[in-house]
Each structure stands twice: as C-alpha cells, then as structure tokens.
C-alpha cells in the first residue's frame, strides 16, 4: 500500500500532470457541460451506450475520472490513483472507438481518427502512474511548512529560499549526493 505515496523527486512528473489536467480538463468539460463546442453530458452518454455499447453507469464514472482527475492531476492530489483511471478510460477509447481507424490521428474529414493521440495520453498516464507526484509536494512542504507536517508558516528564512532550497533538494538524490561527496573524497 506504500507504493501508492512513494515517489520519484524528478520534476518531470510535474510537466506531464499539467499537460495531462489540461487535455482532460477540456475533454471532459466537452462531455459534460458542452463547453468548447461540446455536445454535453446526455449526448455523450446516449452515443456511448448506442455506439460503443458502453452502459451509462461506466459512462459516467469514465467521465467522472476524466473531469475530477484533472483537477487531482493539476493539484498533485491521489496521482497515482486518478493516473491508473485515466489510463484506463484511453485504453477504452483506444480499443473501442480508434483502433479500427489505425494509427495517424490526422485522417481525411468524416474519417474517424486513429489510435495516435489517445496513445500519447495513455502513455503520459502510465508514467504518471510509476513515478507519482512528490516534486511539487515537496516545494510546498518545504516552503510552507516545516517539513515535518506542522501547518504554522516558517518565518526564519526569507520567502525566496523557502522556494529555492526545496527545488535544489529535488535536484540531488541520494545517490547523487553519494558520488558527489566520493569525488570530492578522490580530489
């Protein structure tokens, strides 16, 4: 059960959770509200069900994991648990509505479109899902808070270390520290 709040230090998890909240924010806000040109929640659900024969009950917990999971995503909120969501509502999407068309997501008008994008999306999921999300969590508890969980403000150093030193400590990992300190042994 660990493995669920064990995560890597890399900032790199960062850029796919809001590249991820971003394309699910707009997806989903398509689906449910109709925003962005969308057809809105009945006409999705009603196209699921008679097309892909997906029951409404799945249909919406889908879109449920697609709107709410990008808030969780943007905040850094269950990663891990709204990343196996979304990864599995695009596995659905891959093998019910795009496969048939192939890979290339640009095809001719009228055509459907291929397994290409909703590919990338799965992907970016499915990292998200291996390294979590402790990054950003570990800037706010550096600069916030204590380090050791207490919610009262730090007012010791100035603001602008309190961002920088957490940063620079995501930077170095253990083992990086380790061969830093044994070449300066060698020296």
Known sequence: MSWILETSPSFS????RLGLAVAFFAHGSQQIFGWFDGRGLNSVLANWKEKY?????????GMFTEFVGS?????????RP???GLAIFM???IQKAHWEHGYFLARRPGEGSGIEYCLALFLMAMALLIGGRREWNRVLSGAFFDGHGAAHWRRRRPFHRRIAEPLAACETTPDARALTRAGERRS
């Open 13 to 16: 998890f960062l850029f796919l």
């Open 91 to 93: 596995a659905v999407a």
């Open 71 to 79: 808030f969780a995503l943007l905040f850094g909120f269950l990663t």
């Open 82 to 84: 709204f990343a196996l």
């Open 53 to 61: 024969g997906i029951p409404v009950p799945l249909s919406l917990v």
